[in-house]
């Protein structure tokens, strides 16, 4: 039952539902570039490509390094003394 002066909050029969979408943010942006990047590489190597690799492993991780000094010339350095993730 609506009091008065309120709004039915129901859909209208033919209206679209509108959802609301976040924009992303520019380190939002920056961040999924590095990682489409850094997928890109990986994507070449023995790891992924086993005997059909494009990229030798030892040049794909100079690639990443480079890639991750671009973006942010402190992560490698800040995660050099860190503990490896669990599988």
Known sequence: MQMAGETSKRKKKGEALKVATAKPTVKQVGAQLVLEKAARVVSKTYAFKGDDEKVASEDALK??????????????????????PHS
Do not use: I, P
Request: hydrophobic share 40%; glycine share 0%; no cysteine.
């Open 63 to 84: 690639m990443l390094v480079q890639l991750f000094n671009q973006y942010d010339s402190s992560l490698l350095t800040r995660n050099e003394r860190r503990a490896l």
